[in-house]
């Protein structure tokens, strides 16, 4: 990865960031868990374009806050909690490696923190969120069955999961959400029988994606992907009085409730492949067009 300095920023956050993308490498695996959960396709760009690929300093300041927050917490650690703890696991000849933020062995408690938004915390209290309840019971199933590298003489018996989410836009307004500066998050155990079939599904996955062509393309979901909606308005009001997901639906609903003037459509977007995934934006990924 090429990494760019378009802001001008201090030279030592440079060389901080340069560091970070060295040592979260996967080292001795073949994929960490957050590749292993993520598209096959994104691993597979990664390895095809990954020299290529142009990332600047000022897009990457989250993640270093994150390895802050876990420098300072391992300054602190007392004994039987384990900070930054990794672990490789293989499953059906293929390793997979992770970094587990804190592991509380006389509790079975691991935990992960995040730096996120309080949109996000907030639909996940509402409604949970799946990309944590994978990492998370993929990280614990690396503890339990880790082949070196866990740094833990006795592997625990994880029983409890949990994100703490630290939300980076809090204010006073959040408030009357229920929302607090820091909200820690239960995460749902998975059976073994669960786990397992996981792990094997995605390493099928990501195992018939090795080759020089490329795999199909992300998922709705991995691609964050908004419908295409109808909105119907009124004017001098900004605001929809209705969104509906077909143009027949909105006209029906004007037609039975006698409101609204027009309907706007809404395009829908796949908000990671444009905003977010350097591969996308940055024209490697084969699919741009069609996404």
């Known amino acids: 990865?090429?990494?760019?300095?378009?802001?001008?920023?201090?030279?030592?956050?440079?060389?901080?960031?340069?560091?970070?993308?060295?040592?979260?490498?996967?080292?001795?695996?073949?994929?960490?868990?957050?590749?292993?959960i993520d598209a096959p396709l994104i691993a597979w760009l990664r390895r095809q374009y990954s020299d290529q690929l142009e990332e600047d300093v000022s897009e990457r300041l989250w993640p270093l806050y994150g390895t802050l927050m876990h420098s300072i917490l391992?300054?602190?650690?007392?004994?039987?909690?384990?900070?930054?703890?990794?672990?490789?696991?293989?499953?059906?000849?293929?390793?997979?490696?992770?970094?587990?933020?804190?592991?509380?062995?006389?509790?079975?408690?691991?935990q992960d923190y995040k730096f996120t938004s309080s949109w996000t915390v907030k639909s996940a209290k509402a409604e949970g969120k799946v990309e944590w309840d994978r990492q998370l019971n993929v990280y614990r199933f690396l503890l339990e069955n880790a082949v070196e590298g866990s740094g833990i003489p006795h592997l625990p018996n994880i029983q409890k999961l949990q994100i703490v989410a630290l939300l980076r836009d809090w204010g006073p307004r959040h408030e009357r959400d229920g929302l607090k500066p820091v909200e820690v998050i239960e995460v749902p155990l998975w059976s073994e029988i669960e786990v397992w079939d996981y792990m094997r599904s995605r390493i099928q996955l990501h195992t018939s994606a090795q080759g020089d062509t490329p795999p199909p393309m992300c998922s709705p979901e991995e691609r964050w992907a908004t419908p295409t909606t109808y909105a119907v308005m009124k004017k001098g009001r900004k605001s929809a009085l209705k969104v509906c997901d077909s143009e027949t639906a909105a006209q029906d609903w004007?037609?039975?409730?006698?409101?609204?003037?027009?309907?706007?459509?809404?395009?829908?977007?796949?908000?990671?492949?444009?905003?977010?995934?350097?591969?996308?934006?940055?024209?490697?990924c084969p699919y741009q067009a069609a996404s």
Not at 86 to 101: L, N, P, Q, T, Y
């Open 1 to 36: 990865m090429k990494l760019t300095n378009k802001l001008n920023l201090p030279m030592p956050l440079y060389r901080a960031v340069e560091w970070q993308n060295a040592h979260h490498s996967v080292g001795k695996a073949d994929l960490s868990c957050t590749q292993l």
């Open 74 to 110: 391992e300054e602190f650690a007392a004994e039987g909690e384990h900070v930054e703890t990794e672990a490789i696991a293989e499953v059906d000849g293929f390793r997979v490696s992770g970094h587990i933020d804190l592991v509380v062995t006389a509790d079975g408690l691991l």
């Open 254 to 284: 004007m037609t039975t409730h006698q409101k609204g003037e027009w309907i706007e459509q809404r395009l829908g977007q796949n908000k990671r492949c444009e905003s977010y995934c350097g591969f996308g934006k940055q024209g490697f």
